[in-house]
């Protein structure tokens, strides 16, 4: 079983719509989640941190489910921009854990 | 600041050619990781320090070296290239503390061509 996996969509969706992408990790230790950006044939830039009792920013929720070792994205009201592909990254708890992303999941935003 | 510089942006390299990529960072970061991404996937973790003189394997580090002589420097070896290696390679880094939540940040990527 992979670390980190995502549905690689891709997801295409219309211009407003809400759209959620969820992803798995198996290391039950897993302290520190993250979505990235990545547009295409650039490099992966964060969007958002992932805390314990969910986050906001703007249009986009991040929450996190320990008990069933998943973190969600939602989307709300989607732009255009958004077409982009998103990354799930996790860490461990020890300074000596490595940084693992998942594979991404594309999504596309149609006018 | 300048981040994470990797250079060069583009090679291209015969069959059995060596390379190295560079990577640098100005940030004091004590993380510093290599990943490759093939087109259309994800990101495949080759390998990665989490200190000078630190080095580990990570998912896919057949084919490559790396060393971590400085806390700036992290280069990426490629001996004997193969078609296979043929990817993007993107240099990361990030500080760790032991309480942190921590940021990669990432560099704009080498795009190699395996011919």
């Known amino acids: 079983r992979k670390e980190v996996e995502q549905d690689p969509g891709p997801f295409n969706v219309p211009e407003g719509a809400t759209v959620a992408f969820n992803c798995t990790y198996s290391?039950?230790?897993?302290?520190?989640f993250f979505w990235y950006r990545q547009d295409c044939r650039k490099e992966p830039k964060l969007l958002m941190s992932v805390y314990s009792s969910g986050n906001e920013d703007g249009r986009f929720t991040a929450q996190l489910n320990r008990a069933s070792q998943y973190i969600s994205l939602l989307i709300r009201d989607s732009k255009l921009s958004d077409s982009a592909t998103y990354l799930c990254v996790v860490k461990g708890y020890s300074s000596a854990s490595k940084i693992i992303f998942g594979s991404g999941t594309r999504l596309s935003i149609r006018p | 600041n300048a981040g994470v510089t990797q250079t060069p942006k583009f090679r291209i390299l015969k069959i059995g050619q060596s390379m190295t990529l560079q990577c640098t960072q100005d940030m004091n970061h004590n993380y510093m990781y290599w990943y490759r991404q093939d087109p259309g996937m994800g990101l495949k973790l080759i390998y990665y320090s989490v200190g000078a003189g630190i080095t580990d394997k990570g998912e896919v580090p057949n084919g490559y070296n790396v060393s971590r002589s400085t806390t700036e420097d992290f280069p990426l070896r490629l001996e004997l290239a193969a078609p296979s290696q043929t990817s993007v390679y993107f240099c990361a880094s990030s500080y760790v503390g032991v309480f942190s939540n921590t940021e990669a940040f990432f560099g704009q990527g080498t795009r190699l061509t395996v011919v």
């Open positions: 290391n039950s230790a897993s302290q520190s």
